[in-house]
């Protein structure tokens, strides 16, 4: 309460209190009185302001080669469990609100047998991991979606469904294709769009273009502007795009992340090149425009793979914090972070195992005993030129 409305307050008080005194007025009269210039008051102060923060963990290509499919097998059981894939990154992701990651595989039954390249489809155990790793959101929608034609993309759906997964990208039907998914953490609404350059040539069945969300920058604008009169505070934009194991971003995808940050778009998340390509930091130019700068990184890499040639083992975790601010209810990209990720793949009963580990945590306590030296002076070496590479946008 400022100076003025507390001087406001003791004089009615006063004032009310002598009446009282002299037996001018009746007490329930006055206490009322009272009561009521307390209340009025009040309500002429501002509310004040606080802030809520929440943060977006995201993550590239969740693949599944041949070897991989192997590891989790249990032959005694005959089931599969890839829980030890994330059990490394588990602290980082569940400490998130919205995580994502890219699904490049469909999750389509054993009726058509599990494959890796080139034509995917991994046991459905994998969505359980990726749950119990902490995600919550999953991009369905790469160049692999329809590696299983309509019944693979509707069969993974109903799998990363069950678990409580929230798909995007590819859907069941127009009606939920054209849906805007909209997730709120912490008071913050965040619109989620996803879209791939194609499916390997593999054509979408005859009047079902619902089933997977192709780019078309028309289109996303659209998408973005729907998002934008739901009255979201922030727009994600997921783009399956680019050149593969090109380190650096083409002039495709920077012309596309300009038109879709000038439609507003807030952050864009990149996967398809299998190498991580460096993230960007856009400030926008409109007056009114909130948040007052968009995040772009333009690809995550392979968050886990069996992909071993130089770069193609390396990831990164990407941490952004969003704030909102009350009561004016404007919102802020306040905080970047990148973590870069290695797949290590190891020997262990016969059959290659792997598993994602956080280069710099690693490094810090030095006490695994499935790495060796030599692996530790690789992990410092990728290190320094990750750090390096994120910051080189070109």
């Given at each position: 309460m400022n100076l003025y409305l507390k001087k406001r307050l003791i004089t009615f008080l006063l004032t009310s209190s002598f009446f009282v005194l002299i037996g001018g007025c009746d007490r329930n009269t006055t206490q009322t009185k009272q009561s009521e210039a307390v209340a009025e008051v009040t309500a002429t102060q501002p509310p004040k302001p606080y802030t809520k923060e929440a943060e977006l963990v995201a993550v590239g290509d969740i693949m599944m080669h041949g070897a991989q499919i192997k590891s989790g097998y249990d032959p005694t059981t005959k089931t599969y469990n890839y829980d030890n894939f994330f059990t490394e990154v588990k602290g980082i992701l569940s400490s998130g609100d919205w995580v994502i990651g890219n699904l490049e595989t469909t999750l389509s039954g054993p009726e058509t047998g599990y494959t890796g390249y080139p034509l995917f489809n991994a046991p459905d155990p994998l969505a359980d991991a990726i749950k119990k790793a902490g995600f919550n959101?999953?991009?369905?929608?790469?160049?692999?979606?329809?590696?299983?034609?309509?019944?693979?993309?509707?069969?993974?759906?109903?799998?990363?469904?069950?678990?409580?997964?929230?798909?995007?990208?590819?859907?069941?039907?127009?009606?939920e294709s054209a849906k805007i998914t909209i997730v709120e953490k912490n008071?913050?609404?965040?619109?989620?769009?996803?879209?791939?350059?194609?499916?390997?040539?593999?054509?979408i069945p005859k009047g079902k273009n619902y089933l997977v969300s192709l780019i078309n920058p028309q289109k996303i604008t659209q998408d973005i502007t729907k998002a934008r009169q739901a009255g979201v505070d922030i727009v994600t934009v997921?783009?399956?795009?680019?050149?593969?194991?090109?380190?650096?971003?083409?002039?495709?995808?920077?012309?596309?992340?300009k038109q879709l940050v000038n439609?507003?778009?807030?952050?864009?998340?990149?996967?398809?090149?299998?190498?991580?390509?460096?993230?960007q930091i856009i400030e926008k130019t409109g007056k009114s425009e909130?948040?007052?700068?968009?995040?772009?990184?333009?690809?995550?890499?392979?968050?886990?793979?069996?992909?071993?040639?130089?770069?193609?083992?390396?990831?990164?975790?990407?941490?952004?914090?969003?704030?909102?601010?009350?009561?004016?209810?404007?919102?802020?990209?306040?905080?970047?972070?990148?973590?870069?990720?290695?797949?290590?793949?190891?020997?262990?009963?016969?059959?290659?195992?792997?598993?994602?580990?956080?280069?710099?945590?690693?490094?810090?306590?030095?006490k695994d005993p499935l790495l060796s030296p030599s692996d530790y002076q690789q992990l410092e070496t990728d290190l320094k030129n990750m750090n390096r590479h994120l910051h080189s946008f070109q």
């Amino acid at each position: 309460m400022n100076l003025y409305l507390k001087k406001r307050l003791i004089t009615f008080l006063l004032t009310s209190s002598f009446f009282v005194l002299i037996g001018g007025c009746d007490r329930n009269t006055t206490q009322t009185k009272q009561s009521e210039a307390v209340a009025e008051v009040t309500a002429t102060q501002p509310p004040k302001p606080y802030t809520k923060e929440a943060e977006l963990v995201a993550v590239g290509d969740i693949m599944m080669h041949g070897a991989q499919i192997k590891s989790g097998y249990d032959p005694t059981t005959k089931t599969y469990n890839y829980d030890n894939f994330f059990t490394e990154v588990k602290g980082i992701l569940s400490s998130g609100d919205w995580v994502i990651g890219n699904l490049e595989t469909t999750l389509s039954g054993p009726e058509t047998g599990y494959t890796g390249y080139p034509l995917f489809n991994a046991p459905d155990p994998l969505a359980d991991a990726i749950k119990k790793a902490g995600f919550n959101i999953i991009s369905t929608i790469n160049n692999h979606s329809l590696d299983r034609g309509e019944k693979g993309v509707l069969k993974t759906l109903d799998n990363v469904k069950k678990r409580g997964l929230i798909p995007i990208g590819t859907a069941t039907s127009a009606k939920e294709s054209a849906k805007i998914t909209i997730v709120e953490k912490n008071n913050i609404s965040m619109a989620i769009l996803g879209y791939s350059y194609g499916t390997n040539g593999i054509p979408i069945p005859k009047g079902k273009n619902y089933l997977v969300s192709l780019i078309n920058p028309q289109k996303i604008t659209q998408d973005i502007t729907k998002a934008r009169q739901a009255g979201v505070d922030i727009v994600t934009v997921i783009l399956h795009f680019g050149v593969e194991y090109q380190r650096q971003p083409n002039g495709e995808q920077k012309a596309l992340v300009k038109q879709l940050v000038n439609a507003g778009a807030d952050i864009i998340l990149g996967s398809h090149p299998h190498v991580v390509q460096p993230y960007q930091i856009i400030e926008k130019t409109g007056k009114s425009e909130k948040p007052k700068k968009a995040v772009v990184i333009y690809s995550m890499g392979n968050f886990i793979s069996n992909q071993r040639e130089k770069y193609r083992d390396l990831g990164v975790i990407c941490k952004v914090k969003v704030l909102k601010n009350f009561p004016d209810e404007t919102t802020e990209i306040k905080e970047i972070k990148a973590i870069p990720t290695w797949v290590h793949r190891y020997s262990q009963g016969g059959k290659y195992q792997f598993r994602v580990l956080p280069i710099e945590q690693v490094l810090k306590t030095r006490k695994d005993p499935l790495l060796s030296p030599s692996d530790y002076q690789q992990l410092e070496t990728d290190l320094k030129n990750m750090n390096r590479h994120l910051h080189s946008f070109q």
